[in-house]
């Protein structure tokens, strides 16, 4: 039992690596990639920290090469589900009575392990899985999620420093309790630091957790179980459920004990979620805590001051890294007419020279998109655009499905600013643009404010302050994260907490303390020092 009033370490971001030639990070990474496939990894279910492999398996397969085996994956079934929820409640009780710094301690190890000995293996197995190039693996599996173990720390510590005042003869104070119960985490496949911050902010905060990691970013959340075990976190803390979504949430979300669901993933599956808890609201025993990250058709508003060169780098960067694959990228446009001709030009060269390949070469821009499902999807769009009348592909549009799933970066230009590419969300390397006339920009504004559901991030390009504070204001609703002449896209955790509203979510901005305060319910607690032996007050008294 300790009597000292600890303090967690300052944290700094990550540093990202360059990987470039001839750096020891580069041949590590090259090594690593070549030994992962090679062999498939078995994946299992971790139940109370039991490792089980079911009879039931799915393979995972590379994007950009579907004869490349990486995984197979256990799947687990309903009694498997019940078998979590039990190993988590069981472990609440030891678990959320732990002293913080030694909660804190297990999360800080995991960003060391991951910054060192597994850094190589989770870029690698990111890179393979999700087809992310090593600069995109790097920012988001590696750095990031080393930041979310980090900084969540810190943002706890706020969180237990916040008290009330205490007048003489009171001690007023303020205890954040975690969640009764447990919470189940949705992950979504695009970004591995998400998929495996959805279950361990909660449990930072003393909660236990059932986490269902996607089936096609499977690889890389198994490599962040381990480094979780390997960090000392108790078993049954956080259970590793893959499997089909629908049996596993069937058994979840009817269970009384559930206290809360962290989610990232469609706007569609988080209204069935909330949708279903609240049709089996009388079950619970609290309320449930729904925190998401859903959905987003996230643009770039350029007035005609804009600087043409940083708008198309903006462009290219936003729309195209990762596929489009990021709920931030940058997928509609809206680009005034006296500076389109330019911005055409140059963004029409670059899309057209973009590299896309394998991620083991690490001179491609681009890999493939994630899956059979989404390329289908991504396709049907491109060739829905090319037959319409009122659109046209200026780039791009290539989609070759013959090894991997390959889309080539496409732009399209429309003359309807509520062309079918405009409005609905694509999630792939597809960018419209919408050209309006100079004279009409505050219509221009109301129309990125209004024509989707969606609000999650966009981006302004405007040299003028007056027009920037104007657009600022004009468009306050769109977008969670808000960047002013950069990309949409790149949110720090520590400096650009992340979340959208609308139908982009609830905005508890992952990567802050108002996540955190998420996963607790304050218990407030008043103790008298002042003896009180009268009931009687002084009104009472006629002399």
């Known amino acids: 039992m300790s009597n000292a009033h600890f303090k967690a370490p300052a944290p700094t971001n990550e540093p990202i690596r360059s990987f470039a030639p001839g750096s020891p990070e580069k041949r590590e990474l090259k090594s690593e990639l070549a030994r992962q496939a090679q062999a498939a990894t078995e994946i299992p279910l971790v139940i109370d920290g039991k490792h089980i492999m079911t009879k039931n398996r799915r393979p995972v397969t590379s994007p950009h090469n579907k004869t490349l085996t990486l995984a197979h994956c256990a799947q687990a079934s309903s009694d498997d589900t019940q078998a979590a929820i039990k190993a988590a409640l069981h472990a609440r009780k030891t678990w959320s009575t732990l002293?913080?710094?030694?909660?804190?301690?297990?999360?800080?190890?995991?960003?060391?392990?991951?910054?060192?000995?597994?850094?190589?293996?989770?870029?690698?197995?990111?890179?393979?899985?999700?087809?992310?190039?090593?600069?995109?693996?790097?920012?988001?599996?590696?750095?990031?999620?080393?930041d979310f173990f980090r900084w969540n720390v810190h943002f706890m510590t706020e969180i237990y420093s916040q008290q009330p005042t205490s007048p003489a003869g009171q001690w007023n104070r303020l205890a954040a309790r975690p969640l009764?119960?447990?919470?189940?985490?949705?992950?979504?496949?695009?970004?591995?630091?998400?998929?495996?911050?959805?279950?361990?902010?909660?449990?930072?905060?003393?909660?236990?957790?059932?986490?269902?990691?996607?089936?096609?970013?499977?690889?890389?959340?198994?490599?962040?179980?381990?480094?979780?075990?390997?960090?000392?976190?108790?078993?049954?803390?956080?259970?590793?459920?893959?499997?089909?979504?629908?049996?596993?949430?069937?058994?979840?979300?009817?269970?009384?004990?559930?206290?809360?669901?962290?989610?990232?993933?469609?706007?569609?599956?988080?209204?069935?979620?909330?949708?279903?808890?609240?049709?089996?609201?009388?079950?619970?025993?609290?309320?449930?805590?729904?925190?998401?990250?859903?959905?987003?058709k996230d643009f770039v508003f350029a007035h005609p001051s804009a600087d043409v060169d940083q708008l198309v780098t903006a462009l290219v960067r936003g729309s195209f890294e990762y596929q489009g694959q990021k709920c931030s990228a940058a997928s509609r446009a809206y680009i005034p007419q006296s500076i389109w001709p330019h911005v055409r030009d140059r963004l029409i060269a670059i899309t057209e020279e973009l590299k896309m390949g394998d991620p083991e070469d690490f001179t491609n821009f681009m890999g493939a998109v994630i899956d059979e499902r989404a390329f289908k999807k991504i396709k049907g769009y491109i060739d829905f655009a090319k037959g319409a009348s009122d659109a046209k592909v200026i780039a791009g549009g290539q989609c070759d499905d013959s090894k991997g799933w390959f889309i080539r970066p496409t732009v399209i230009e429309t003359t309807n600013p509520t062309f079918k590419t405009m409005v609905e969300e694509i999630f792939g390397p597809v960018l419209t643009v919408y050209v309006y006339e100079d004279s009409k920009f505050e219509d221009a504004l109301k129309l990125c404010d209004e024509a989707t559901p969606y609000a999650l991030t966009g981006a302004i390009f405007a040299r003028e302050r007056r027009v920037i504070h104007h657009m600022t204001n004009a468009l306050e609703g769109a977008a969670g994260n808000f960047y002013i002449n950069d990309k949409p896209t790149g949110a720090v955790v520590g400096q650009q907490p992340?979340?959208?509203?609308?139908?982009?979510?609830?905005?508890?901005?992952?990567?802050?303390?108002?996540?955190?305060?998420?996963?607790?319910?304050?218990?407030?607690?008043?103790e008298n020092f002042l003896p009180i032996t009268d009931h009687r007050y002084p009104h009472m008294m006629e002399s």
Not at 108 to 130: E, I, P, S, V, W
Not at 199 to 215: F, I, Q, R
Not at 246 to 273: K, Q, R, V, W
Request: include cysteine; hydrophobic fraction near 45%.
């Open 498 to 526: 992340f979340g959208g509203a609308r139908a982009s979510g609830t905005n508890d901005k992952a990567g802050s303390m108002l996540n955190l305060l998420r996963w607790v319910s304050m218990r407030t607690i008043k």
């Open 180 to 296: 009764e119960g447990f919470v189940y985490a949705v992950a979504p496949f695009n970004f591995t630091s998400i998929s495996v911050n959805l279950p361990c902010a909660p449990a930072l905060m003393g909660c236990t957790v059932v986490w269902k990691p996607a089936a096609t970013g499977a690889l890389s959340s198994w490599i962040g179980m381990q480094i979780l075990e390997e960090a000392g976190l108790p078993p049954g803390v956080i259970n590793f459920l893959p499997g089909e979504a629908a049996a596993i949430s069937n058994t979840l979300l009817e269970h009384p004990d559930l206290a809360g669901i962290h989610f990232t993933g469609s706007t569609a599956t988080f209204n069935h979620l909330w949708k279903t808890v609240g049709n089996n609201i009388d079950r619970y025993k609290s309320y449930p805590r729904l925190v998401g990250e859903t959905g987003g």
């Open 99 to 146: 002293p913080w710094e030694d909660r804190a301690a297990v999360f800080l190890k995991a960003a060391d392990l991951l910054a060192t000995k597994y850094r190589a293996k989770m870029n690698a197995a990111t890179m393979l899985g999700q087809s992310k190039t090593c600069y995109q693996s790097e920012i988001d599996a590696a750095c990031e999620l080393i």
